[in-house]
């Protein structure tokens, strides 16, 4: 789709539960952990009422972010934490290293340029998805 709008999208296994807020933060998510462990999300302060001495952590979801909570384990993963321990999973730079191919390096016969003139702009437009 051209656009995307507003979403606070919350996932939940039974053991982990999260939340992630589309690629713009066009909708907000805060949450609070309270000092007794409970962690309360919504799109709107003061959907419940706390009182403000009760509250450990007040903070908000924020674009390209991840909010994650281990129930079994009881804690609240952190973003780095959780994308750091994805990103060592697999050797994903020696991969790279050893299998890129440069497209300078790439044997094409009768490589052709096309010569794209103006009247061609809404044909490139809905091929980059742009809304004309």
Do not use: C
């Amino acid at each position: 789709e051209p656009w995307d709008g507003p979403a606070s999208i919350l996932f939940s296994d039974g053991d982990i539960m999260g939340a992630v807020l589309d690629r713009n933060g066009l909708r907000p998510s805060r949450y609070y952990i309270t000092k007794d462990g409970n962690l309360i999300l919504s799109s709107e302060v003061g959907a419940l009422e706390i009182d403000p001495s009760e509250i450990a952590v007040k903070e908000r979801l924020r674009p390209g972010k991840m909010l994650l909570v281990d129930t079994v384990k009881g804690r609240v993963i952190d973003d780095d934490e959780l994308k750091e321990s994805y990103a060592a999973r697999q050797p994903y730079g020696e991969w790279l290293d050893s299998n890129l191919v440069k497209l300078s390096d790439l044997k094409i016969p009768n490589m052709k340029v096309e010569d794209h003139k103006y009247g061609d702009k809404k044909r490139l437009m809905k091929a980059f998805g742009y809304t004309y």
